[in-house]
């Protein structure tokens, strides 16, 4: 191993911002059984979808709209 590394001509990682991030959650068994039931019919992992579906909530810029009783 050097002592040194020379990173005056490195380039940034391209795929750096797409990096996911583990982390624990709370979902209903209701949503988790909705997107399992998804999975099962498309074939991609249920993780996945919810990854799918909250990335494109946030590219759409969504707002949640709740009105309590």
Same mark, same amino acid.
């Given at each position: 191993? $050097?002592?040194? &590394? ?8 391209? &795929? #750096? $911002? $797409?990096?996911?991030? @583990?982390?624990? *959650?709370?979902?209903? %068994?209701? #949503?988790?059984?909705?997107?399992? %039931? @998804?999975? %099962?019919? %498309?074939? *991609?992992? &249920? @993780?996945?979808? *919810? ?6 909530? =946030? !590219?759409? !810029? !969504? @707002?949640? !709209?709740? =009105?309590?009783?």
């Amino acid at each position: 191993m $050097r002592e040194e &590394y020379d990173f005056s001509n490195a380039e940034k990682n391209p &795929y #750096a $911002r $797409r990096l996911k991030k @583990q982390i624990t *959650i709370n979902i209903d %068994s209701e #949503a988790i059984d909705y997107f399992k %039931s @998804q999975a %099962s019919d %498309s074939g *991609i992992p &249920y @993780q996945t979808l *919810i990854n799918l579906y909250l990335v494109d909530c =946030a !590219k759409q !810029k !969504k @707002q949640l !709209k709740l =009105a309590w009783n």
